[in-house]
């Protein structure tokens, strides 16, 4: 139903001929890390007392720290105080609560990523499971920038190219070639996806599969 009560803004139009980040598109789940700093004033019993919450002491506070899906907040597999069973997404809360206070150090906001690896998707012929964040300008091409002492799960999605837009269907041809020829980048020896294209003035992200990136995604699985 049209709204003629409230004004509507036509949205400001991102430049094209911007930045470009092409990184690997991992075949997994999306996760994220919400963390959150308490101030003197907050009392950390609210979240003490539910579960799915994960409360850690650091040098200079305490730190609450929450996993999701990608599409709600989840948690470890294990009876909630209400009796109802807790939903997880492939372990990925688990290993959150285990690592708690280590994901700390990734620094208050939410931090969004891939878990990957045995059972989830194709697997990449993994023994175990890895969280790659998405977010290679603030964590480095190969994960250089993240915090000392991070648990060894803990990764980035590879970063293939950067460039403007003029350059950019070049920049997807060559990433696709590259990840045809020598496969995941990622986990040396399994088979690529494809590439995820992240506009860095639009914050928008596309995906280019290798396979059949023209059908929609219920009829290519």
Request: charged share 25%.
């Amino acid at each position: 139903m049209t709204n003629v009560t409230d004004f509507r803004p036509w949205p400001k139009i991102p430049r094209f001929n911007r930045e470009f980040v092409l990184t690997e598109k991992i075949n997994g789940t999306n996760s994220q890390v919400a963390v959150k700093r308490l101030t003197e004033d907050e009392d950390p019993a609210r979240y003490l007392n539910q579960h799915g919450y994960n409360v850690v002491s650091k040098e200079d506070g305490l730190y609450v720290l929450r996993a999701g899906s990608r599409k709600r907040w989840i948690a470890p597999n294990r009876q909630k105080l209400d009796g109802t069973e807790a939903m997880d997404n492939f372990g990925f809360a688990a290993w959150v609560a285990d690592n708690a206070t280590a994901l700390a150090n990734l620094g208050e906001g939410t931090h969004f990523g891939e878990w990957y690896g045995r059972g989830i998707q194709h697997g990449y012929g993994m023994a175990g499971r890895k969280w790659a964040l998405f977010n290679t300008t603030r964590w480095g091409t190969r994960g250089q920038g993240l915090p000392d002492e991070s648990p060894a799960e803990l990764t980035v999605v590879p970063e293939l190219a950067r460039v403007r837009g003029h350059l950019l269907n070049e920049a997807i041809r060559d990433s696709i070639r590259l990840l045809r020829t020598l496969g995941s980048v990622a986990e040396a020896g399994a088979k690529a996806e494809g590439v995820v294209v992240y506009s860095v003035e639009a914050n928008q992200c596309y995906k280019v599969l290798l396979e059949n990136d023209d059908l929609p995604k219920g009829l290519a699985a």
